[in-house]
């Protein structure tokens, strides 16, 4: 296949959102639109990469930072994204109960031993904050 060829091939649907994404996570550190355009290579114009990192930021996969005139970029990480995604599911179904249910009765034993103590952390961290507010509105 030339590059000819693949240029006209149509990219299917997030094809060079991944690719972005791919190229984020090989860098060093925060980049340019411009580096990312170097590493996709083909044909893009900059104006697409900045338009695929913009959409990227919205759907909060990636920060930006300012850098002069421009922005520097760097991937969200994989954790956060996976998280991102279970909020959109879950934000998007009528029944929340069903859906939690659903996800809790299909992990492993030690996937849920990891979510109780994950839980059971929080609840202390909440009471905690609490606590303090409490003690701050008594002046303890």
């Given amino acids: 296949m ?3 060829d693949r240029r006209a091939r149509r990219r299917g649907q997030g094809e060079l959102e991944a690719q972005v994404l791919a190229a984020l996570r090989n860098a060093a550190g925060p980049v340019t639109a411009g580096w ?3 590493r996709i290579g083909g044909a893009l114009a900059y104006t697409t990469v900045v338009t695929i ?3 990227l930021h ?3 996969s990636v920060s930006r930072e300012r850098a002069g005139r421009s922005f520097v970029w760097t991937p969200a990480d994989e954790a956060g994204l996976a998280a991102l995604r ?3 599911v879950l934000d ?3 029944d929340r109960g069903a859906v939690l249910a659903s996800f809790v009765t299909a992990l492993s034993p030690d996937d849920e031993r990891l979510l109780r103590a ?3 952390g929080a609840e202390d961290c909440a009471e905690g904050r609490a606590s303090d507010r409490a003690d701050a ?3 303890d």
């Fill in 137 to 139: 509105e008594t002046g």
């Fill in 36 to 38: 990312v355009r170097e």
């Fill in 92 to 94: 998007g179904e009528p």
């Fill in 58 to 60: 919205a759907k909060e």
């Fill in 86 to 88: 279970m909020r959109k």
């Fill in 2 to 4: 030339t590059d000819e």
């Fill in 53 to 55: 990192l913009s959409r």
């Fill in 118 to 120: 994950l839980l059971d």
